[in-house]
């Protein structure tokens, strides 16, 4: 599949900040907070920014942009218009929890409600994010079981990761959430890994023989292309990368996403000071360049089955 | 609204087409019909890119095909239109987010509306078949009407009241009818020529059908000893012995 740049920057700069969200709403609900006046108007505005960021950014790959209110619309029956409508009513009160946080406001129950809807609608909204690849059985790679996993991780371990950065740059951060957040990039990595076998490891049933109906006639391959050069749905569906380019990727997407923020997050939690913090920003910068490469692989690995029309043997 | 209508109720009408890949000789008048008739119908314009460049492109919503059958013995060629089906199941209504794209009840004909379409092309990743293609100059996703602007157009003459795809074909490889009417003259052709659908595991209920290529027989020549020719015999003359001669140097 084509990977669209602003498909990508959406997909991780709003899980990133979605996971940031939900964990300054626990926050919230737990009560525990640095000691910085600005450390939760500063934090939630950037979760804030960076979810606005990403649904802006969705929005640069549509033909008529100007429409795109119409996609609140059909929450019944497509995730794209739930993840939509999510991202919307998110809004509310993770707004209200930046607001309160901006003007001290203290009443301890209705900010746990806030957190609470703002943990539940962040995680619906990622989740749904996640739905309209795996719903989609015309592309193996992404109806799979992992997908969802996947996506509700990696916004966690990132957005534990900015919370990790934050957190050092307004104070010293608790080894709980330095930890933590460790974690969080273990079991992200982890599934990741457990995605990539399971879709490696899948068994392409579908055939150009079935595609084509022809299989009764023998092994069927095209010999006079439809037209003479390619089309929207080879340019769209035929995208794919090179094998050997993957496997190197998949690499350098673990390296960078899980592996190195891990060990600047543990070596942060040995310093302090200016070290520390110098340390968090590093692993943010490192654990984003790795997501790109993590979500630019999850597209161009993704093989369509309408390629079998256009010389797949199987998909 | 793109919740999918119910479409299971007896005598439900099912309009599409058949295929006779036994007859269809690939002359593509189909698509060029079809691109003809639609750049100025429904779903005008279907924009082209470059159309005189290099690399031209644009929104076609027939492709034909071509393929080669080899059962290890004998090939076959096959020419195989392909356009939307006109699912009973289509995904591409369903993950919509406008409802812009769209099945009717009354004939079961999937349709997008290019007034709020907003162009994200998630309809076109949700199609098996690669039906729906990109209009890049128009901003939304064009497709297969079925020329519901012809069909139930009072204004043409009977005969033109097909799709265009149809009405173009020189070979009659093409026909359209309500599938859903086991009584109607394509149902018939499908039971009679067992008209299958296109990967039928995906679960999208495709309501055209193809027609398989009727069986060929076996016409391969039979190795025949009498029919090979003998050199003719020399004379054993000097000048054919100068040739046997040159000829044997030369292979050396």
Redesign the interface.
């Known amino acids: 599949?084509h990977p669209a740049y602003s498909v990508i920057v959406f997909t991780t700069a709003s899980g990133a900040g979605y996971g940031l969200l939900a964990l300054l709403a626990l926050l919230t609900v737990l009560g525990v907070e640095p000691q910085a006046r600005w450390f939760m108007p500063v934090s939630l505005a950037l979760a804030l920014a960076l979810v606005t960021t990403g649904l802006l950014s969705s929005t640069f790959?549509?033909?008529?942009?100007e429409?795109?209110w119409?996609?609140?619309?059909?929450w019944?029956?497509?995730?794209?218009?739930r993840e939509?409508v999510l991202a919307v009513v998110t809004f509310a009160p993770a707004g209200l929890l930046f607001l309160a946080s901006v003007f001290g406001y203290g009443s301890a129950g209705i900010l746990a409600a806030l957190g609470v809807a703002t943990i539940g609608l962040a995680a619906a909204t990622v989740y749904s994010t996640a739905m309209?690849y795996a719903?989609?059985?015309?592309?193996r790679t992404w109806h799979n079981a992992w997908v969802a996993p996947n996506y509700l991780m990696l916004a966690l371990a990132s957005g534990s990761v900015l919370l990790m950065c934050l957190w050092s740059l307004f104070g010293a951060a608790p080894d709980l959430l330095a930890t933590g957040a460790i974690a969080a990039l273990a079991v992200a990595g982890g599934f990741k890994i457990a995605y990539w076998r399971a879709v490696d490891g899948e068994e392409k049933?579908?055939t150009?023989e079935?595609?084509?109906?022809?299989g009764?006639?023998?092994?069927?391959?095209?010999?006079?292309?439809?037209?003479?050069?390619?089309?929207?749905?080879m340019k769209?569906?035929g995208y794919h990368v090179a094998r050997r380019h993957a496997a190197k990727l998949r690499r350098i997407a673990l390296l960078l996403a899980f592996a190195l923020p891990a060990l600047a997050i543990l070596l942060a939690m040995n310093s302090a000071g200016p070290l520390a913090a110098a340390l968090s920003v590093a692993a943010v910068a490192s654990c984003a360049a790795g997501l790109v490469v993590e979500r630019w692989l999850f597209f161009a690995q993704a093989r369509?089955?309408?390629m079998l029309?256009y010389g797949d043997k199987v998909a | 609204m793109t919740s999918l209508p119910d479409t299971s109720g007896a005598g439900q009408k099912k309009l599409g087409l058949v295929i006779d890949l036994d007859v269809c000789v690939g002359c593509h008048a189909c698509a060029v019909s079809c691109k003809e008739w639609n750049t100025g119908g429904y779903s005008a314009p279907l924009s082209d890119e470059r159309p005189y460049g290099d690399e031209p492109m644009g929104a076609w919503l027939n492709r034909v095909h071509s393929y080669q059958a080899d059962d290890g013995g004998r090939t076959q060629t096959v020419h195989f239109p392909r356009s939307c089906l006109h699912c009973e199941e289509p995904a591409c209504v369903t993950v919509c987010p406008t409802g812009a794209s769209y099945k009717r009840v009354e004939d079961g004909i999937v349709l997008v509306n290019p007034e709020t379409c907003i162009g994200c092309k998630l309809c076109s990743w949700a199609c098996p078949y690669g039906a729906r293609e990109y209009d890049y100059d128009h901003g939304v996703m064009k497709k297969c009407t079925l020329c519901v602007d012809r069909i139930y157009n009072d204004n043409l003459a009977p005969e033109d009241q097909v799709p265009a795809c149809v009405r173009a074909c020189p070979t009659s490889a093409r026909h359209f009818g309500d599938l859903g009417d086991p009584q109607s003259d394509v149902s018939k052709l499908v039971a009679e020529r067992e008209g299958y659908d296109l990967l039928p595991e995906m679960g999208y209920k495709p309501v055209n059908k193809y027609l398989p290529p009727r069986k060929r027989r076996d016409d391969r020549l039979e190795a025949d000893a009498s029919r090979v020719e003998e050199p003719l015999a020399g004379d054993g003359s000097a000048l054919e012995r100068l040739f046997a001669w040159a000829d044997a140097k030369l292979s050396g």
């Open positions: 599949m790959h549509l033909g008529r942009p429409r795109a119409r996609a609140f619309s059909q019944r029956s497509s995730w794209l218009s939509g309209i719903s989609l059985t015309t592309i049933t579908r150009v079935a595609a084509t109906g022809l009764e006639f023998g092994a069927v391959r095209p010999i006079d292309p439809p037209h003479t050069s390619a089309n929207y749905i769209e569906m369509h089955v309408v029309y």
